[in-house]
């Protein structure tokens, strides 16, 4: 099947707000996703925007059941690492179910990585579930270093009241 | 003591760099710092930087053995949760060893907080090595969530030979 990847626009915010809600119904946490289409166009299309997108469409005659013809997206954002500069973090990484073994996800992180390093990054760093095994091996497959396991970094978050809490500590 | 946080000046990028070196060693990792002031200079404070940083100032009577009033750094960005919305990610917070035990990593990291919200950010996140245990738990003290313990959340990085080689797989467009 032919796809295509390209920049996502503002129009194809809604579908990448639907995407983003089967990703979350996988993860298992769908009543956590409190943004909608609205958000990622203020967030993701002005000016300073706080994330880049990539989506993946394939012809009208290969649309999905529903009638949808973006059919993935990868979600990143340009970081920095003080011991090596530049780095693009992927936040999402998505392929609907029935366009998977295509390799669209493949083409999707290349092209993220790709255009990472056109922007002198030196790193492409992600976060898995460890329960999530298909992408861990995936990933793994590819190329990745699993640090937590290697190194033992650990995620650490801050959020709701303790985040409150902790910036009205800061003074004036 | 007292001190100020306030928000960096490309000036101060040769202190930064002087601190990231501390911090390196500190974790371990002195040969894999790979950038300088420059690069600080080029990357913290051009028109769309890369990350934002703030410093811990002493006023001159307190400057360290060395001479230095710079004594503390926070090095952040803003990220995206596609649940949640805009994010700060805490890069590095540092505060040089004869200056600890008075708040200063509190202030610093209390600030990041302000400022994010401020950004309408509903996230503070950061990585921790699981050995640091006096950095751990001064963050759980703080109400931050450890993920990865609690939750399984892996980190995973492609760098090198592998991030080449996946990058080549692109099409051309």
Not at 28 to 46: A, C, N, Q, T, Y
Not at 54 to 74: D, Q
Not at 93 to 110: A, E, T
Not at 123 to 146: C, E, H, I, M
Request: glycine residues 6%; contains cysteine.
């Amino acid at each position: 099947m032919n796809f295509k990847i390209r920049a996502a626009k503002k129009d194809d915010c809604k579908d990448i707000s639907r995407m983003i809600m089967e990703l979350a119904t996988y993860g298992k946490m769908p009543d956590e996703v409190k943004i909608s289409h609205k958000e990622l166009e203020r967030d993701g299309f002005s000016s300073n925007p706080f994330f880049q997108c990539l989506v993946a469409e394939v012809p009208e005659e290969n649309k999905s059941k529903e009638g949808h013809t973006i059919v993935g997206y990868a979600l990143y954002i340009h970081t920095y690492s003080t011991l090596k500069g530049p780095a693009v973090y992927m936040e999402d990484l998505y392929v609907m179910p029935d366009f998977r073994g295509q390799g669209i996800g493949k083409s999707l992180m290349s092209k993220v990585a790709q255009l990472g390093k056109e922007k002198q990054c030196m790193r492409l760093q992600f976060a898995v579930l460890d329960w999530n095994t298909p992408s861990l091996d995936f990933y793994v497959a590819k190329g990745a270093q699993d640090v937590t396991a290697s190194e033992g970094w650990h995620f650490l978050r801050f959020d709701g009241e303790a985040l409150d809490k902790l910036a009205n500590e800061a003074e004036d």
